[in-house]
């Protein structure tokens, strides 16, 4: 008669089965059992993810088969070794950072070699491995090294009081134990290794990035003012003109030009000019809307787009700036001088021939109506003077 297969992990049905069908070996049928509890250990320590969840699966399986005997877990942490505590409660504790110098364990971890003996006392060499005559000598000593990525990082350290309680049988059970704690050390150590290279790339990639971000602000920016540059504003324009293409709204354009700037580099230095320019534009993004895209030309020229602007707002824009810029104290390293602005002023309201280097020339010949016909004043394009009459005919537009 056949008899149904039992999965190892069901081990109690098979071992009722032993019982049954053969004369009582109590070591035969212990010995099962912890051929079971390691290679359940064993499947535990390869799934964990960290040297915690190792030290826990470790500590309930000696908890629970070495209940009588001192084990401790010995990892290597630069020129120590830290000991946990696997048997005994509480399990996992950590006790101590020793010296690679000092213990067994150091001994151990130095040469690289295992230490086992089933009974110090018969092997005489209680003496020589304990220097201090306690009267209490451990009687069964097993210690084994483990490795990972070809380097010694710990031992697992087993002290008993029993004669041959660490017997043959248990050394290489042991050694079982030590291989797969081994194995589960070498993964774990790999995943962090990848975890870390991951998080350097992620690092590199994110300083790239910024790195980027900047040269892109710099390639765009006007180091003096902080405002966009010429660039930079010939790519706003080409968006704008194709949004009001595409929507049909409007916007506007100022050129402004700072009046006798020559004269202010002449009276106070260049230093003082760019002192100017910088609070020019400082100027300008407080006069101005948050919309409103603002950039230094060149020189001493500005140039603002004021989208789902007409001509009526741009004008209103226009002499509300030009008048900030009269009342302003500009502060110099050793005075404080007044200048004003010249705009000119070209409201785009068809697109259908028109393009970004179009928009620039209409408001540059508006800004060159403006200086001609006496400065410090707002011109539109086309017009002699931003004069009422020209009001009146935009506010319509």
Not at 33 to 50: C, E, F, P, T
Not at 71 to 77: A, G
Not at 118 to 145: C, H, V, W, Y
Not at 174 to 191: D, F, K, P, W, Y
Request: hydrophobic share 35%; charged share 25%.
């Amino acid at each position: 008669m056949a008899i149904a297969a039992t999965p190892i992990t069901q081990g109690k049905s098979l071992l009722d089965l032993l019982r049954h069908t053969v004369p009582p070996q109590e070591r035969a049928i212990e010995l099962y059992r912890r051929l079971l509890a390691i290679n359940n250990l064993s499947s535990l320590m390869g799934s964990a993810r960290n040297l915690s969840q190792l030290q826990g699966f470790l500590g309930d399986y000696f908890q629970e088969c070495f209940h009588d005997t001192q084990i401790r877990l010995c990892i290597i942490e630069n020129a120590y070794y830290r000991r946990f505590r696997l048997s005994g409660s509480p399990v996992p504790a950590s006790e101590s950072c020793v010296p690679l110098t000092q213990g067994l364990a150091g001994s151990v971890l130095k040469s690289r070699a295992h230490l086992w003996l089933p009974d110090t006392k018969a092997s005489g060499e209680e003496q020589k491995l304990f220097q201090k005559n306690t009267g209490n000598f451990p009687r069964s000593i097993l210690i084994i090294p483990f490795f990972a990525k070809g380097k010694v990082i710990g031992c697992l350290e087993m002290i008993s009081h029993q004669p041959d309680r660490l017997d043959e049988i248990e050394y290489h059970l042991g050694t079982i134990v030590v291989r797969h704690l081994s194995a589960s050390l070498e993964n774990i150590l790999t995943r962090q290794e990848l975890a870390k290279a991951n998080a350097r790339l992620k690092d590199h990639d994110q300083r790239l990035t910024q790195l980027n971000e900047k040269l892109r602000e710099l390639a765009h920016t006007d180091e003096s003012t902080g405002l966009y540059n010429k660039r930079r504003l010939m790519e706003q324009l080409d968006m704008e003109i194709a949004r009001a293409r595409r929507y049909g709204e409007v916007f506007s354009c100022f050129m402004i030009d700072i009046d006798d700037f020559k004269s202010i580099n002449d009276r106070f230095g260049h230093q003082a000019g760019d002192e100017v320019l910088r609070q020019t534009g400082k100027l300008l993004r407080k006069s101005l809307r948050k919309s409103d895209f603002i950039t230094r030309y060149g020189g001493e020229e500005f140039t603002v787009l004021l989208p789902r602007t007409n001509g009526a707002g741009a004008y209103r824009a226009a002499e509300n700036l030009r008048s900030n810029f009269m009342l302003h104290d500009f502060i110099l390293p050793s005075t404080s001088v007044r200048i004003t602005i010249s705009i000119g002023i070209t409201a785009c309201t068809t697109f259908d021939h028109l393009d970004a280097q179009d928009i620039i020339m209409e408001a540059d010949n508006a800004l060159y109506r403006a200086k001609r016909n006496g400065k410090n004043r707002v011109c539109f394009n086309g017009e002699n003077d931003a004069s009422n009459k020209k009001v009146r005919i935009l506010s319509n537009v």
